[in-house]
């Protein structure tokens, strides 16, 4: 039982390009959080969102609390963000993480 | 800007072998976590502590101890090492858990088991 889903698990894109990657959660969450691992692995906090909508730069990461369902955008695509993102859920016990989008922007 | 900061890196033991992976931060943070991350699947949480002095299993726990040493210090021990235990680890810290506080995490550790 997978308690995060997250879609697609690859992609690649033309640089300058529109990304969206969808996250689908099926349990209570006190918020949910975007993670970006680079190659070489290391992992970064993006967002952390509990409703509505951020936006940091060229990223933007959306949630419906309702719809259990997250998307975080890339606008303007380029090469640099490619990376694996990871979509992770705190449910207040303890976190649940998604298997990850490997995302390769191509110039 | 140390963070969170993880040793060894990489590590190869031979099965038995016992060995400490050792995590500190200089945040303040008073939860901190032990993850495992396998090819295809999602991190998965071996440990946690919520705060100094208090240790929870998380959902894989099996064949490892861990240590809340301090407020600043995390360990995380394999008794006797197994193929099965080859993987990334990763430490992290938050603020609060529970509290939708963003985690952070170290850089890994790179384990193979033979």
């Known amino acids: 039982k997978n308690e995060v889903e997250q879609s697609p698990q690859n992609l690649t894109a033309q640089e300058g390009e529109f990304i969206t990657i969808n996250c689908s959660y099926s349990?209570?969450?006190?918020?949910l959080h975007w993670l970006q691992q680079h190659p070489g692995g290391g992992i970064v906090s993006l967002f952390m969102?509990?409703?509505g909508k951020k936006k940091h730069g060229r990223l933007i990461a959306t949630i419906n609390i309702q719809e259990k369902h997250s998307s975080l955008h890339i606008t303007a695509s380029h090469p640099r963000d490619s990376a694996v993102y990871i979509c992770a859920v705190d449910t207040g016990n303890q976190f649940y993480f998604g298997t990850g989008t490997s995302l390769t922007v191509i110039p | 800007n140390a963070g969170v900061t993880q040793t060894p890196k990489f590590q190869v033991l031979k099965t038995g072998q016992s060995m400490t992976l050792q995590c500190a931060q200089d945040?303040?943070?008073?939860?901190m976590y032990w993850y495992r991350q396998d090819p295809g699947m999602g991190l998965r949480l071996i440990y946690y502590s919520a705060s100094e002095g208090t240790t929870d299993k998380g959902e894989v726990p099996n064949g490892y101890n861990v240590s809340r040493l301090n407020k600043r210090e995390f360990s995380l021990r394999l008794e006797s090492a197994a193929p099965s235990q080859t993987s990334v680890y990763f430490c992290?810290?938050?603020?609060?858990?529970?509290?939708?506080?963003?985690?952070?995490f170290g850089d890994g550790t790179r384990l193979s088991i033979l």
């Open positions: 992290a810290s938050s603020g609060r858990q529970g509290k939708g506080q963003p985690q952070h």
């Open positions: 969102l509990s409703s």
């Open positions: 945040m303040n943070h008073n939860s």
């Open positions: 349990v209570g969450i006190s918020a």
